[in-house]
């Protein structure tokens, strides 16, 4: 109890120290930016003779055209999250995606869909007001390599139930894979923070119970939404509750931490969707339907990459927001159809 405690403390220390310093550090860098920006945009001909004539002036030009190249970087890595969100859900409408694996999508079965709009709603006020927020807090002041510890500390502890849920399908090579996965990454990759897994290409997969039972034959099952948890099936949910003994956070003791926990996971979790969020917005007349849809086809997804086994290709050739994690950020997942 007490190392796991100290363990999560530390974490948390080092996500604020973090914090802080990058925090400082953006304000400072900001405020450079601008100027230069400013002055680039007021007089670009003379900076740049100035800069040639003058060695002092070089390297206000030479900020001027780093800021340039990370704003085309930026747009760049905004458009491969566009292809990348096509590359598996497809346009709008599109029932052969491959998300599907080219196969027709079957009708979503949402005979509750008028109760499912309301706490839609109400989970959209909650993700705008409270989850968005905390999200771009989240990636605007964090660094990049830690955001990418706390996502592979979180994707390790997911290990266990993609150990037993693969036994349960009858995979034993992918339950051998989780095990190998979750003993490297929580010795050599220090309680999981480092991939190190995957360095030594051991194929990253998640599996749950859900999906076991859509393996067992529960195929078709009713959409629920639910409050704060977001999209599910009346399958899925039967799966949340057979997963929650393996997790590893539900056994830690302190209520404090293990919140903080949850907390911080489902921050990260939300943090991976900000990329995508306005395609997925663009256009929509119903924005229940699109997000009921989407959550529904990733879902279908996941199913049919569980059904092709160990020759089901790695979960890591999906862009990072699209993969399976241990839980869901509230009002704010996309995938495919499933029923009762």
């Known amino acids: 109890m007490m190392p796991m405690r100290s363990f999560v403390l530390v974490l948390l220390c080092a996500l604020a120290s973090a914090c802080a310093t990058t ?16 002055a680039a945009d007021a007089a670009p001909e003379p900076v740049a003779a100035a800069a040639a004539d003058n060695p002092a002036v070089a390297p206000s030009a030479t900020a001027g055209a780093d800021i340039a190249a990370s704003t085309q970087a930026q747009a760049t890595d905004a458009g491969e999250a566009e292809e990348d969100f096509a590359a598996i859900y497809g346009q709008p409408g599109d029932s052969s995606s491959p998300a599907t694996g080219g ?4 009708a979503a079965f949402d005979p509750w869909e008028k109760y499912n709009r309301r706490v839609h709603a109400f989970n959209m006020a ?4 409270l989850a968005k927020p905390l999200a ?4 605007a002041v964090v660094p ?4 990418a510890g706390v996502d592979n500390f979180f994707n390790n502890l997911g290990q266990p139930v993609t150990l037993v849920n693969s036994l349960l399908q009858g995979n034993p090579r992918g339950a051998a894979n989780a095990l190998g996965r979750f003993l490297l990454n929580s010795t050599v990759g220090i309680g999981g923070l480092f991939d190190v897994a995957s360095k030594a290409k051991m194929p990253n997969r998640g599996e749950d119970f859900g999906q076991t039972l859509a393996v067992w034959g529960w195929q078709r ?11 599910r099936t009346v399958r899925d949910m039967v799966g949340l509750v057979g997963d929650s003994r393996l997790r590893p956070v539900q056994y830690i003791e302190d209520d404090a931490t293990r919140a903080s926990l949850q907390a911080l996971q489902l921050v990260a979790l939300r943090a991976k969707l900000l990329s995508i969020e306005g395609l997925m917005n663009q256009g929509a007349v119903d924005e229940y339907a699109l997000f009921r849809d989407m959550w529904l086809q990733r879902r279908n997804y996941q199913i049919n990459q569980t059904g092709q086994g160990q020759d089901a290709p790695p979960e890591e050739t999906l862009p990072p927001y699209l993969m399976q994690g241990e839980g869901t950020p509230p009002a704010a997942s996309p995938a495919p159809p499933t029923g009762e």
Not at 103 to 106: D, E, L, R, S
Not at 136 to 139: D, N
Not at 144 to 147: D, G, I, S, T
Not at 221 to 231: A, D, F, I, Q, T
Request: positive net charge.
């Open 221 to 231: 099952s009713r959409y629920l939404e639910l409050p704060l948890l977001g999209p």
């Open 103 to 106: 196969i027709a999508t079957p």
């Open 23 to 38: 925090g400082n550090q953006s304000a400072q860098s900001s405020t450079a930016a601008t100027g230069t920006v400013v």
């Open 136 to 139: 771009r807090g989240y990636v």
């Open 126 to 129: 909650v993700d705008r007001g």
């Open 144 to 147: 990049r390599p830690v955001r």
